[in-house]
C-alpha cells in the first residue's frame, strides 16, 4: 500500500504543533498546576507520568507520520499513527459529552480531528 505524501506531510506537521502546544501550552496551564495542587501524591504523580506518556504518543505519531511520508516501506506506521489520532479524537470527544464538559475547554479532540483528516485523506488519496 502507498499513502499520499503530501497529506502524511500535512498529519505530520499538524501532530509536530499539537506536540508544542501540549508542551509549551498544556505544560503551563495543566502539568504545572497539577504539580502544585494538594491532590494525593500517588494521584498527582500518576497523572503526571500519563502526561509524559501523552509527550512520548504523540512524538512517537508525529515520527510515524514523517517516517511513512518518506519511506513507502513504512506505510503500516502511516496507518498506526491515523487509527491512533482518530481513537485520541474520539475518546475526548466522548469524555467530553459524558462528563457534560466544555467542547472549548476541552480542545484536544479539534487537534486530533484535523490530523485524523490530513491523515485519512493520506489513505483516500493514494
Do not use: D
Not at 475526548?92 to 485519512?120: D, E, H
Amino acid at each position: 500500500m502507498v499513502l499520499n505524501t503530501f497529506w502524511l506531510w500535512v498529519a505530520a506537521a499538524l501532530n509536530a504543533a499539537t506536540l508544542l502546544a501540549h508542551i509549551f501550552v498544556g505544560g503551563r496551564y495543566i502539568a504545572r498546576p497539577l504539580l502544585k495542587s494538594e491532590m494525593h501524591s500517588v494521584a498527582k504523580f500518576t497523572n503526571y507520568f500519563c502526561w509524559h506518556m501523552v509527550t512520548i504518543t504523540l512524538l512517537g505519531t508525529s515520527a510515524s507520520f514523517a517516517l511513512a511520508a518518506q519511506y513507502k516501506s513504512a506505510w503500516e506506521l502511516g496507518v498506526l499513527a491515523t487509527a491512533l489520532s482518530i481513537g485520541f479524537c474520539l475518546l475526548n470527544l466522548l469524555i467530553v459529552v459524558v462528563k457534560k464538559q466544555r467542547f472549548l475547554f476541552m480542545p484536544q479532540w479539534s487537534f486530533f480531528l484535523l490530523i485524523s483528516i490530513a491523515a485519512v485523506m493520506s489513505i483516500w488519496a493514494a
